[in-house]
């Protein structure tokens, strides 16, 4: 059996008993995340947009209702990460769709978010080591559309093995131009589960796909990968849960930005009410990935103008947001509070420096990229110099090197994207403040307190409390059940 064959074996068997508790707790937070996620982008105006295009989010082709949940769920980075990948928009709202048509019960929900979870995060990681990552990685898409569609379904092992080899055989490669400098970052997530809804239709009606589609050396990791890491897709399967590295999004903004918002909002705390004009400065220490996600969408964030796909991956506009009021919500990416004059005279004295520590604890951790660099050992050298020089080489393989902690099941894995941020006020007082892990992401901190976590997320979001409270009986649900509550969580 070739790895993709396996990994279909094992997915399309899997049953809910199967799956260890606390996977299929975090998998019940996962799905209330995803749904204010959604949520949040179908009262958005881009959202209404899509929804005018495309249709509802439950309509009658859930082939097409997926799609649209995927979209909606996708551009206000409040979708869920994992090692590896920005799992949700797919590993969720294909589910979403498919058990609402279908009448499925929530437990065989769960089952289906897990098993697309499991799906597309191995063969993301097999991948990590490449030159597409984070949401620009859409191919994960492909995986969790496609595992999502056909575990709600039932179907063989052997249709799992053709439509992942139908999907994988022209996978999608975004451009950084459109995606940050247009309304196509929409689609990041909604054309790849279109792919894979096409590829579940034709392997319905017998068409073939290639069973070695990822290793072949004319395949899939050939291409999008530069440190191909096949051991990936099928090693550890029912042992290794790649679902227990889950990091939650409690806030919009890119995944890099996070530990400097928790620090800016415990900053507001301390210092209280601000006005931008009694700031001298503010320094934001981070690791090398927030430093390249900021490089990234710099040039184009010039003001309140800034597209969407660029300014969720800012750092200067979201912490001057969150030192000014003490948080950060959706309605801070759109006009008439985008436009506030004071955030923008602030985000320009918001100033950017690596830390070599924060950077060697980027890597040590299994997310979002140590557990493959672990994997592949020296030959991520010419990767890791890449995308951050020979000095970033250097610590991330001292991170990852001999004697580093290695995750046997993820069970107690972590996403350490950590900040430091210092306030330096005019009057000569200066705060600082400091996180490791960010709120919700993958860690002890999250493991123990992710449901209340994400009913707090639902409800910011404008969900309705009762929603939130019922989502902790999702795997008792019946089929009728289920139906009204995912009904009322958009309402």
């Not at 010039?302 to 969720?312: E, K, N, S, W």
């Amino acid at each position: 059996m070739t790895p993709l064959e396996e990994l279909a074996d094992w997915a399309s068997g899997l049953k809910y008993d199967d799956i260890p508790s606390p996977v299929r707790s975090l998998a019940t937070s996962q799905v209330l995340s995803q749904l204010g996620s959604i949520r949040a982008g179908l009262h958005h105006p881009l959202g209404r947009r899509i929804v005018a295009a495309f249709g509802d989010p439950w309509q009658d082709d859930p082939r097409t209702g997926a799609c649209v949940l995927a979209g909606l769920g996708s551009w206000l980075n409040l979708d869920d990460t994992a090692y590896a990948g920005h799992l949700s928009n797919s590993t969720v709202a294909v589910p979403l769709a498919h058990a609402l048509a279908r009448g499925l019960d929530g437990a065989a929900l769960i089952t289906a978010v897990v098993a697309a979870n499991e799906c597309a995060a191995r063969i993301t990681a097999a991948a990590t080591l490449g030159p597409l990552r984070g949401q620009s990685a859409v191919h994960t898409h492909l995986a969790g559309g496609v595992a999502g569609r056909l575990h709600c379904e039932g179907a063989s092992a052997a249709r799992w093995t053709d439509a992942l080899g139908l999907a994988f055989a022209m996978p999608n490669w975004p451009l950084h131009r459109a995606f940050l400098a247009s309304d196509a970052r929409l689609f990041n997530a909604f054309t790849p589960v279109r792919s894979a809804m096409d590829a579940c239709d034709a392997a319905a009606a017998g068409l073939r796909g290639a069973p070695d589609i990822l290793e072949h050396p004319d395949g899939f990791l050939a291409r999008f990968a530069s440190v191909p890491l096949p051991g990936e897709v099928h090693e550890g399967l029912g042992t290794r849960w790649y679902t227990h590295t889950l990091s939650f999004k409690a806030r919009p903004g890119g995944p890099g930005i996070d530990a400097a918002v928790d620090c800016a909002i415990e900053l507001h705390d301390v210092l209280g009410p601000l006005r931008e004009e009694d700031v001298e400065e503010v320094v934001v220490e981070a690791s090398l990935y927030t430093l390249f996600a900021g490089r990234t969408a710099e040039r184009y964030v010039t003001g309140p103008d800034a597209p969407l796909g660029a300014l969720v991956l800012h750092t200067p506009y979201p912490v001057a947001t969150a030192l000014l009021q003490g948080g950060l919500t959706v309605d801070d990416f759109a006009a008439p509070r985008l436009a506030l004059p004071e955030r923008w005279k602030l985000a320009e004295r918001v100033v950017l420096r690596h830390d070599e520590d924060f950077t060697r604890a980027l890597f040590g951790s299994v997310a979002p990229f140590g557990e493959a660099v672990r994997r592949a050992g020296a030959a991520a050298g010419p990767w890791l110099k890449a995308f951050g020089g020979s000095a970033t080489e250097r610590l991330a393989l001292t991170a990852c090197g001999p004697g580093a902690d290695r995750a046997d099941d993820f069970s107690d894995a972590t996403k350490a994207t950590p900040a430091r941020v210092t306030v330096r006020m005019r009057d000569g007082r200066t705060e600082s403040r400091e996180r490791l892990v960010p709120i919700g992401a993958a860690g002890p901190h999250t493991r123990a307190g992710h449901a209340r976590l994400m009913r707090e997320k639902f409800v910011s979001l404008g969900g309705a409390p009762d929603v939130a409270r019922a989502a902790s009986e999702l795997d008792g649900m019946d089929g009728a059940r289920l139906a009204d509550w995912l009904r009322a969580s958009l309402d």
